[in-house]
């Protein structure tokens, strides 16, 4: 069984995390191959657009506690082996960020703790009904800590410390709301519904995209002044496109614009 299945159609890559019987957690094995498949799109032009879900109950429940809790003989070693874990961890969910395509979370069931930093650190998400939310590692005495980054960065302060303090889970609905994820469909138009925003953004030009998505996250932590500095670089750039300026005529002829890159 291949635990990270990826198929591509559409400029669009689908990735499925399939480890049902353990939830989709975030295995070491399910790390390394969220890593690899993230670092391969990132070299395949091919690719405008990613989906990642996964198989069975859950989209996923976070780590996975019994590989993070076996075999660690002492605190030296445990230390070591937890350090690892989380930086590998966020070496991940950066590269989501980094990734010059838009990755877009197909969330159903459950998505916990380093879940739903997961679907936190996404770039878009949608969710079927019935979908639950938490950051609930407070209730085993662990402090979601690394989750809390992307989660405090998606929802306002005082929602984020109310879920990391209380455990408790949020609906779909409430994460619509707050703004966790893009939006909620009933749970049989999920694949399809997920698919077609895919493939809107995919149908863009695809430099136009990967540019702009690297000027959302670094104008978000400058100052006002120098966000408006810097996006006015990239927009400079971007006009200067042959491409853009093939897609500024179509738009002007009344056209729809195509465009191979």
């Avoid at 390394?32 to 799109?41: N, P, T």
């Avoid at 895919?198 to 540019?211: C, D, H, N, P």
């Avoid at 400058?222 to 005529?249: C, S």
């Amino acid at each position: 069984m291949t635990i990270l299945e990826r198929r591509d159609t559409n400029a669009v890559a689908h990735l499925t995390m399939n480890a049902p019987e353990r939830l989709n957690a975030l295995s070491d094995e399910m790390l390394a191959a969220l890593q690899s498949a993230l670092a391969e799109i990132a070299q395949d032009n091919t690719v405008r657009a990613v989906v990642l879900s996964g198989t069975g109950k859950a989209f996923c429940a976070g780590h996975d506690l019994k590989q993070m809790t076996a075999g660690r003989q002492n605190e030296d070693e445990g230390k070591a082996y937890f350090k690892d874990l989380f930086t590998r961890c966020a070496t991940m969910m950066q590269s989501i960020q980094k990734l010059p395509q838009p990755v877009i979370a197909q969330v159903h069931g459950i998505a916990t703790a380093a879940g739903c930093q997961l679907v936190a650190t996404c770039d878009m998400a949608v969710a079927a009904e019935g979908t639950r939310f938490g950051v609930n590692g407070v209730n085993i005495g662990l402090f979601c800590s690394t989750p809390m980054v992307a989660l405090s960065r998606n929802i306002g302060r005082k929602h984020a410390m109310e879920m990391l303090t209380t455990g408790q889970f949020i609906t779909a609905e409430r994460a619509e709301a707050l703004g966790l994820i893009n939006r909620v469909v009933p749970e049989a138009d999920l694949a399809t519904t997920t698919t077609a925003l895919a493939e809107t953004v995919a149908s863009k030009l695809g430099l136009a995209v990967k540019i702009g998505k690297e000027a959302f996250y670094e104008q978000l932590q400058k100052p006002l002044a120098e966000a408006y500095d810097y996006t006015g670089d990239v927009m400079v750039e971007n006009m200067l496109w042959r491409e853009t300026e093939a897609g500024i005529a179509a738009f002007l002829n009344k056209e729809t614009p195509t465009w191979d890159q």
